[in-house]
């Protein structure tokens, strides 16, 4: 059977006219039409955190499902919700005490601009080089990374400043101050190729912000829910903003966003930000299940044991002279391929096409696309580590030979 459906497939994908067609899934494995099986090391981009088929989360949501009470519009909330909020409550900082529920990152993206232009009545927004924020319109404007833009959608509003360079972002900030709402920045850039913000830059962005009274809005869609090894970027850095943007593994693979904030923040802006579909009922209670879940399993520690596992097998690229840099922290890592040694520019999605026909499944990121992205879900088995890496190495050892 061929398909004629056009679909943003990645790179890697176009390399191949018949990419692999799943049919299901269990844990970390994925299974195609073939019933051949796959090791998930993208996690749907970074949303499916808990594997597939999750036995907890699939009994439960059935139970949801047969009750027959999927959506109460955007407009009125349900018991549903608030059993969320109180779940959610108990992972985020006590200073964020409202919430604006969204579809997905990118949309929470736009509820949180939005709501700095109305607190502060300010349009004027800071971001910087290699961030990604989403694809929407101000979500794309606040989006500095290469190639994401692309001039869709341009806003002389939105200021850019070069990433981990304070004294850029001191002389922007001077230049901007007076018409400036907020600063957007995500702690780890991870479409960028998981970039870590340095400590006292971010510090030093929260000490500024706070001095001349600007809001601070961190985006922690991708670092949200343990990928750091922590729940939050914000408990890693130890630096709290004034609005939390969150996504992906929040509904643990279904679609949910939701903008988190302190109470001073002037909120009452109705239908500055809606959609049809915010909040169903079936995504909350996935997400409900989801926190329930990953409370009960301890899942810090879990994450701990695969970071530490994660960060052995990685040592063992560094002996590839095409490897540049490996980076990565909890469940997320890259490793960064040095495009000079490779008449291709774009030789990255060609190894990923490699470890794709090996049965590995590992996602794009990168400033060029020159990143390789392992994200296994938390449920991850110690020996699917292995045989990941066992992958990776025959993969990168044939390329040796030939370079």
């Given at each position: ?30 299974i ?43 407009h ?96 922007k900030?001077i ?34 912000t ?18 750091t ?18 996504g ?12 988190a ?6 909120h ?17 209670n ?16 879990k ?15 560094t ?17 960064e ?26 996602w ?5 696309s ?22 990776i ?11």
């Amino acid at each position: 059977m061929r398909y004629n459906y056009i679909s943003n497939l990645g790179k890697y994908f176009r390399l191949t006219k018949y990419p692999p067609i799943f049919t299901g899934g269990k844990n970390e494995i994925l299974i195609d039409k073939n019933g051949l099986k796959y090791l998930d090391f993208a996690c749907g981009s970074g949303t499916t955190v808990l594997g597939h088929q999750n036995n907890f989360i699939i009994k439960n949501l059935n139970k949801v499902v047969n009750r027959g009470f999927l959506h109460s519009g955007p407009h009125f909330l349900s018991t549903d919700h608030y059993k969320f909020f109180n779940e959610l409550s108990n992972f985020l900082d006590k200073k964020f005490s409202i919430f604006n529920l969204a579809t997905n990152g990118s949309e929470a993206t736009e509820t949180a601009l939005k709501l700095a232009f109305h607190h502060t009545g300010k349009r004027k927004i800071i971001y910087f080089d290699g961030s990604y924020h989403g694809r929407t319109g101000y979500a794309l404007a606040s989006s500095g990374m290469k190639g994401i833009n692309n001039n869709f959608f341009t806003n002389t509003n939105f200021i850019k400043c070069k990433f981990n360079n304070i004294e850029d972002f001191k002389k922007k900030f001077i230049k901007y101050k007076k018409d400036l709402a907020a600063v957007i920045i995500e702690p780890i850039q991870a479409t960028s190729g998981f970039i870590f913000s340095e400590t006292n830059f971010l510090k030093e962005i929260r000490r500024i912000t706070t001095q001349h009274n600007k809001l601070l809005i961190f985006d922690e869609v991708w670092t949200g829910f343990g990928k750091t090894g922590f729940d939050f970027a914000y408990n890693y850095y130890k630096i709290k903003p004034d609005i939390l943007i969150l996504g992906k593994s929040l509904a643990c693979g279904l679609p949910l966003g939701l903008v988190a904030f302190t109470k001073n923040i002037n909120h009452n802006f109705p239908g500055a930000q809606s959609s049809t579909f915010q909040g169903n009922i079936l995504a909350i209670n996935s997400s409900i299940l989801f926190l329930k879940y990953i409370k009960k399993i301890k899942y810090l520690d879990k994450i701990e044991k695969i970071s530490i596992n994660m960060k052995a097998e990685m040592k063992k690229l560094t002996k590839f002279k095409f490897v540049k840099e490996i980076r990565g922290i909890g469940f997320m890592w890259g490793i960064e391929i040095d495009t000079k040694y490779f008449e291709n520019p774009d030789y990255t999605n060609i190894i990923r096409y490699n470890l794709l026909k090996n049965k590995l499944i590992t996602w794009e990121c990168g400033k060029n696309s020159n990143v390789i992205g392992l994200i296994p879900p938390i449920t991850t088995s110690i020996s699917s580590i292995k045989e990941a890496f066992n992958i990776i190495l025959k993969t990168f050892n044939k390329i040796n030979i030939e370079i």
